[in-house]
């Protein structure tokens, strides 16, 4: 009897000093907490804790296909002598804005993991209170904001970390010329071409690299920009200083713009065929796939050509009916001074080219 007596009143002593110095005018909360759930009841003193999460980094950059670990650990003040049993809920803002959505949801050595996320993501917990959520087969729409939530009783502490996918941003336009896409659409296209509608922070990494394009596009977000690093008339005028301009958000329906689109690294290779002679729309596709390929899409040359550093001065057919070809190098005859994805725009079918074809690394 006597010595639990003790343990319960040293107890009791410790946390309410340590209470009453850090918030002396809730003591007698304390007290009612006391009284309500019996004399030394776990819960009361639980409820006096407090529990912190935080990430080493606020940012996480990784390329398609590859991995990425999104940094989360939690901790308690005062410290805790024995681990608790926490909810730990990975959650994920889509860039296209609305609700968030449930990645991953947590109870000690129990999980569930949602939709597409599943068979690719879990916890790392390297020590207890290691939050930190593992993920592999990164796609290109994985890119979002990542919300780490602990749940410990009452208590319920958050952090993000954005998941950034890095690769190059290309505009992307309707066959019928400019300004033809809604927002709708644009992700269709993209998406088409093996890429993904941009968000603003890849479009903000490819003006830095020099993307110069004067025609507006959407975003992922659903807002409307164009990188300027040349300012000309055209484009907004000569005062503006270069930078990426804003429509701001657009009605995602009614209004009509070009898209840009992200692609990223990719395991298959892109290459330029041309067996004997050049070939119309129709030929060019059967070429690829007698040569056990498939005809290009504009995201895999782009990816080839930023990542390969695919360069060849032939303009080649690609699935969407347009003639393009990629140039690291810049030389005589073979386009502008700079490196870049030239482009023909969309030709007649009948019209003779060689073509861009797209294996599956085996
Ligand atoms: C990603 O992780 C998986 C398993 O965790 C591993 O097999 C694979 O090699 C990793 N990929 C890269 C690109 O590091
Ligand atoms: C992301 O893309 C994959 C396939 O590329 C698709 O299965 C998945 O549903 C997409 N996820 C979202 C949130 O759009
Ligand atoms: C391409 O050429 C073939 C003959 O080699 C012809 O049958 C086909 O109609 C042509 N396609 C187009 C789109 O011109």
Known sequence: MFPSQLLVFCCFQLVLSKWSMAAPTTTNLFFYQQYLNGKGNKDSYYNNMNLHVDSTFSSVFALRGGNATLPCRFWYKPELGSPREVRIKWSRFPVAGGPQTDVLVAVGSRNRIFREFRGRVRLRQDFAEDA?????????????????????????????????????????????????????????????????????????????????????????????????????????????????????????????????????????????????????????????????????????????????????????WLDDGSVRYPITRPRKNCGPSEPGVRNFGFLPPQDKWGVYCYKEKS
């Not at 409307?224 to 005062?239: L, S």
Request: glycine residues 10%; charged residues 20%.
């Open 132 to 316: 930190s959520l593992d993920m592999t087969q990164l796609g290109l729409n994985d890119s979002g904001r990542y919300v780490c939530e602990v749940v410990d009783g009452l208590e319920d502490k958050r952090t993000t970390v954005d998941l950034e996918l890095r690769g190059v941003v290309f505009p992307y336009q309707h066959p019928l010329g400019r300004y033809y896409l809604s927002f709708m659409e644009a992700q269709q296209v993209c998406e088409k071409q093996d890429a993904t509608l941009a968000t603003f922070t890849q479009l903000f990494h490819s003006w830095e690299d020099g993307l110069n394009w004067c025609n507006a596009g959407w975003l992922a977000d659903g807002t409307v920009q164009y990188p300027i690093t040349q300012p000309r008339a055209p484009c907004g005028g000569y005062e503006l200083a270069p930078g990426i301009r804003n429509y701001g958000r657009r009605q995602l329906t009614n209004h009509r713009y070009d898209a840009f689109c992200f692609s990223s690294f990719m395991k298959g290779q892109v290459y330029y065929f041309q067996p004997f002679h050049k070939m119309n729309l129709t030929e060019a596709r059967q070429a690829c796939e007698t040569d056990k390929a498939q005809i290009a899409k504009v995201g895999q040359l782009y990816a080839a050509w930023k990542y390969t550093g695919l360069d060849e001065c032939n303009g080649g």
